[in-house]
């Protein structure tokens, strides 16, 4: 009798280990110089797939990430903070993307990202300004809307804004639409399923929507959330070198 409850105990504990080890993120990190570990609260710049490194920075090491598994821990988000994780322990204050596997139709369902570990002087100046807001007085807030590749791609939906239609969103969509009116509104979208949220709309600021589709009963389902600005505009310049490619 005790060697069958040990027997399964085993087994238990060997379905628990390949669960956990299947949901975990691959990680690879290659270091060519040595400086201490940041904080753990420290923050790190992100350069997009479009953006130069500063001059005057130290480059660290390389780290590649790639989600693993369904949900959040195959997200951009999830993705991105392991990645910033690495960085910390290596002693940057930065990373630059130099590769970003997005979600795909036909194969991988995470984000994989290959990113530059560095340290860049005076970073406060070169990451600290508000990046979200419009340059100049204007009369305006923009919303980019995005969506990329992965489930549910032939699904497509009208986004509103109260009582206007916005845009069309695709699969592979990129559009920054111009708003005029300021206040509280309503973005909603709808197939066999209303979908929607309230957004507060400023003049000068800029926004990013991340558009995606859940699984329904006879169609997929609209869905869609107000992303961090660093992310967005980090996703957005992802598609847009994915087009120029293909261009």
């Known amino acids: 009798m005790n060697n069958k409850r040990m027997k399964i105990r085993i087994i238990v504990l060997i379905i628990a280990s390949f ?3 299947s949901c975990s993120p691959k990680i690879s990190t290659k270091l060519i ?4 570990p940041l904080d753990s ?3 790190i710049g992100i350069l997009s797939l479009m953006e130069p490194i500063p001059a005057g920075s130290d480059e660290i090491g390389t780290v590649t990430v790639h989600g693993v598994g369904l949900g959040s821990g195959c997200g951009f988000d999830f993705v991105i903070e392991q990645v910033k994780t690495e960085a910390r322990n290596a002693g940057g204050n930065a990373v630059k993307i130099m590769k970003h596997k997005l979600p795909s139709t036909h194969g991988n369902s995470c984000h994989k990202i290959t990113a530059r570990i560095l340290k860049v002087e005076n970073s406060k100046e070169v990451f600290g300004s508000v990046r979200n807001e419009i340059p100049g007085d204007v009369n305006y807030a923009i919303l ?3 969506r990329y ?5 032939l699904t497509d939906y009208n986004l509103n804004l109260g009582d206007s239609l916005l845009c069309r969103v695709k699969n592979n969509f990129y559009e920054p ?3 005029f009116t300021e206040g509280i509104f309503t973005l909603w979208a709808e197939t066999e399923k209303l979908f929607k949220f309230p957004v507060n709309i400023e003049f ?3 926004y990013y929507l991340r558009c995606k589709v859940a699984p329904g009963i006879l169609e997929h389902w609209p869905e869609f959330e107000l992303v961090w600005e660093q992310n967005g505009r980090i996703e957005v310049a992802t598609l847009e070198a994915k ?3 293909k261009d």
């Open 144 to 146: 980019n809307v995005y």
């Open 33 to 36: 110089r040595d400086y201490p």
């Open 243 to 245: 087009k120029k490619q």
């Open 204 to 206: 000068g600021k800029e």
């Open 19 to 21: 669960i956990l080890n």
């Open 41 to 43: 609260d420290e923050a």
């Open 149 to 153: 590749g992965g489930y549910g791609s």
């Open 177 to 179: 639409v111009k708003i």
